[in-house]
């Protein structure tokens, strides 16, 4: 059964990241210590006690479509209403509509654990968070008296409706059109695919948040607007009124989060109350500009995707380590042989035999690696709010974003994997959990932009921030815990300091020469690297902050074990990825043909 | 759509592995390169037109569980009829009992085309072979008399009878019991689970392999008898007669291969015809013996099984190769810039993205280094049958199949998963079908022994095998290939030798370093490095294996641009697995603690 892990997030959010340091020294906001942890144990009290005991039949009965409407999960909306009038979706929003503006770190905290309880649950938070994100950026004053209040609270979520079957990865041949219809009102017609929460009943009304072409826009990416188009029109008083012109045609038949309703949508069909065809939407932002708004978003979107991998990774990580201390079988006892006589007549529990002991030490150090590498991106998002030096903040959460999206899914993955291969036989069998949460994970490298799109963004993007400063200023932060750790000659470290060392090395030459390909113009050949380079960089980041939070642990040396763990046994494996980033190119291009 | 890849298995057996060589010097026995074309042709045809068409409505109905009977997908029992009628099942049986005696190596060719249509369809034969293969070995004449010639053909299907609950990898605790009834004739009492094809309506008798322990057995697993029960007792003529006391009592629910029964077998309930309570079984071999007869099975059950993880893993290649063809999103065409213009108006498809196309290659060099050691481990137990060097090839085959059991499997894993990603959001969605290859490909790296376990038997078995000669023979073989590839000066395979020749330095040194620590009895130690060895020698020995197949294949560099592709992309992740190898020990043990 999960347990919201309070101690190792606490940990990580002081000491991996700044967050420690930052309450300290009165950069962040109103949040103290005392606070931060009376808010993890509510939220692990929820999630524990609310949301674990719906998660398994939710998953197993899933959301169920029927004529265009959805209906969740027994027990779900009330799930969903105790989870929001406990002011959980109100977290970070702003407090003029009724939020606690918290930072983001203390929400990506607690969002690990409604993922790690339930991940189709914990989806449905981050789209109404982007959608208040979106309107509180770009909306109108009239759009936000309207929605923010009701958004921030929870009492209506919000969606996302980007893709169409034409146009995932790249938007620029989206063909959802809209035509204005003057006062500012604009009416939607098109279809939208993979539409997470576009259809439930969770609560009361829905807000869509749809991109859309005007008739005379330009071609491509720079002719897409957004537009805000609520499931029903609200009334005088803001209650959900006339049925708009959107309707949920069909939900997927997915692989996992089948609580979670993926949903195609169709507006202008003709279904609603609005006198004429077309779902009425209002505009977000300017006209053609719409991609410029999801991107003020984009960030902490892809961050919450990145939590979901995370909380997913621990859930599997406890579940076989639950499994691996009961589950007896063999009597070599190996790493038992301090605990129990070898050749003794009891079976020991299976987490004695060295194979099972390294699987579980590596969904640990991994999850642990992952969680950082999240903390701190979302605590540059913070202090790139709040702090003088936003731009540097900015870039840094900037830099740190596809990392905090890719590393968290592709472990998610890994981890739920080897949690299966941990159970053996039973690992396959549906009822024990273990293979539903490889099911749950395998969507978040994908959606929100795949992990390979990501990569794109960390070698074109985020590499030539100030100049490739932004990043070296990065790399010197993660020098400075190579040294210290050093320094520290804690024996507990063992070589962590040279095996830090050897893959920061190993980093910087990557680093330089993607950046010279990609000033150069070489980009087809730095693409070639860059998800290997990702991955490089996602490993040697998460072995230098788990050595980082091991360091601020003098009480215990179970952190710098398991610090040395990931350095022996982990980080040897960015040599590999170094050598493809640097020579994979030429022999990507000549083997390309043998695709053909 | 899978397409058997029938040009791709032909060279491989005979270029990866040694069939050319041994047709061409009569060690082949009746093979030759016309009737290994027309039967890997006819399998070919079988496969696609009549597997392929049953394989996915097969996967979404399931096998159905009602009161003691399993209903087999609709079709599949006459699916099941014509190919056993067509020969398949009879390919590797004994000529007396109206086999063909053809190689197992034919045999693994063939079988991985059944799993590639169809996983769940696929597994069914192999457990017939088994037992073929071990009343052949250890029957007596009467058991063969009535049993060989309708499991050779495929009439009546065998399953293997291992597991309980308290019993899985590790049978010592095993406690079905026999009880001696005279003439031969013993009751069995007990429960078996997770039965493959335990329960089904495919034929009309079923023969069950049974592991028990006769009361007076000594404890452990030197006191396990083997026993054939069938379902039906056969009657004078040989026909099922009465039914015997052994009924399902459920089967389980599954991440995947839905086709499959996986059953809960009791024996001795009180449901047969046979007038007092136990299931009437015959002993195979010796009483007390059961598990050396289990063993003379073992390679090719294990074999058979990376062949299951190597035909899901060429499916999950072809169909995102497929899609990668067919989709088109994003312009920025990098790897087809000499396809197509920059910046041209239409979309290219996403195979010219690098990333997707390191993907696939990756996808296309795992799977294909897979296939090579899966032929040289089953041409390997060929020879070891009809060869003068008999043991030589027998201890080949023996340092062979936990490779040919461990690498394909996970690599079906990794190539399905990389599978749904070359998909984007469609593989996550059930219909496409990528998803379906992952959910099945995740058993093979479990049963018939964990991978763990096949690293354990490759490292405290296998590597002592000789005095460590088997070991350094096969490796100066290797050798002679990285120095072949260097000697040939072919510009396609770039720097493949001096890849292959660090590798191979890697894998001499972790090979005489785990050989040193079983000889001294740190076995414990060995095993902490067991898994990464497994990896680290099966993606050398496959790298040199597509080297020595592209070293063959003259008329074109495609294969030698791949092999190219594997030394330099795939290889060096060999290094880690080294280094993990050497000094992971160490702090594997520092780091247990952390997992209390």
């Known amino acids: 059964m999960y ?37 993890l144990a509510e939220a692990a009290r929820f999630a524990e006690g609310e949301i674990v005991p719906l998660s398994y039949p939710g998953e197993t009965s899933g959301a169920l479509f029927e004529r265009g409407r959805v209906t969740m999960p027994d027990g779900w909306r009330d799930l969903y209403t105790r989870w929001r009038e406990n002011g959980w979706n109100a977290l970070t929003g702003p407090v003029k509509y009724g939020g606690q503006e918290l930072p983001t770190s203390l929400s990506a905290a607690v969002c690990e654990m409604w993922n790690g309880a339930s991940m189709a649950f914990g989806i449905g938070q981050t789209l109404t968070i982007g959608a208040v994100d979106a309107i509180s950026a770009h909306g109108s004053q009239a759009l936000k008296d309207i929605y923010l209040s009701k958004l921030v609270s929870g009492e209506w979520m ?5 893709t169409e079957p034409q146009a995932g990865s790249d938007l620029s041949d989206l063909r959802t059109r809209a035509e204005r219809r003057g006062d500012g009102i604009y009416r939607i017609f098109g279809q939208k695919i993979y539409i997470t929460f576009g259809e439930h009943d969770l609560t009361d009304n829905i807000v869509h948040l749809v991109l859309a072409r005007l008739p005379d826009a330009p071609a491509g990416v720079k002719g897409i607007s957004l537009f805000l188009v609520p499931k029903f029109l609200p009334d005088e008083e803001g209650r959900p009124g006339r049925r708009n012109d959107v309707v949920c045609h069909a939900i997927e038949h997915k692989l996992g989060i089948h609580a979670s309703p993926t949903c195609t949508m169709i507006y202008g069909d003709g279904v609603g109350e609005t006198g004429e065809p077309g779902a009425i939407g209002w505009l977000i932002g300017e006209e053609n500009r719409g991609l410029a708004c999801m991107f003020t978003m984009m960030n902490s979107a892809r961050l919450y995707v990145g939590v979901q991998g995370l909380g997913v990774a621990e859930a599997a990580f406890q579940k076989a380590l639950d499994y691996a201390r009961e589950r007896r079988q063999g009597r070599s006892t190996l790493l038992a042989k301090d605990r129990a006589e070898p050749n003794a007549s009891a079976q020991v529990p299976i987490i004695e035999h060295p194979d099972v002991a390294l699987m579980l030490l590596r969904m640990k150090v991994l999850v642990g690696a992952a969680r950082a590498i999240v903390h701190n991106c979302a605590h540059a998002l913070d202090r790139a709010e709040t702090d003088e030096n936003e731009r540097w903040w900015s870039e840094r959460a900037n830099l740190l974003t596809p990392l905090a999206k890719s590393f968290p899914t592709d472990i998610g993955v890994e981890v739920a994997s080897l949690g299966i291969q941990v159970h053996g036989g039973m690992g396959y069998v549906e009822e024990t959990g273990a293979a539903r949460l490889l099911r749950d994970a395998r969507i978040a490298p994908i959606y929100e932009g795949t992990n390979g799109i990501q990569a794109i963004d960390l070698v074109s993007r985020k590499l030539p921030l100030s100049n490739g400063d932004a990043l070296r200023d990065y790399l010197a932060e993660l020098d400075a815990i190579a040294e210290q750790v050093a320094a520290s000659n804690r024996e507990a470290f063992g070589e962590t300091a040279a095996r830090l060392r050897e893959a920061l090395q190993g980093l910087k030459e990557t680093s330089e020469h993607l950046m010279n390909l990609v000033r150069s113009g070489a980009l087809s050949q730095a693409l070639s690297g860059a998800t290997s380079y990702q991955r490089q960089f996602a490993l040697t980041a998460g072995a230098c902050y788990l050595t980082k939070a091991a360091l601020a642990d003098a009480a215990s040396d179970t952190r710098a074990t398991l610090a040395r763990f990931m350095a022996d046994n982990v980080l040897p494996e960015t040599e590999a990825l170094r050598r493809q980033v640097l020579g994979g190119s030429e022999s990507l291009v000549a083997a390309r043909e043998a695709l053909n």
Chains 1, 2 share one sequence.
């Not at 309450?23 to 009376?38: K, M």
């Not at 919000?158 to 980007?162: I, R, V």
């Open 158 to 162: 919000g969606t996302m409706n980007l």
């Open 3 to 39: 347990r919201a892990p309070v101690a190792d997030i606490r940990h990580s959010l002081l000491h991996a990241a700044d967050l420690g340091k930052a309450i300290e020294n009165g950069r962040a906001g109103d949040l103290t210590i005392d606070l931060l942890d009376a808010i």
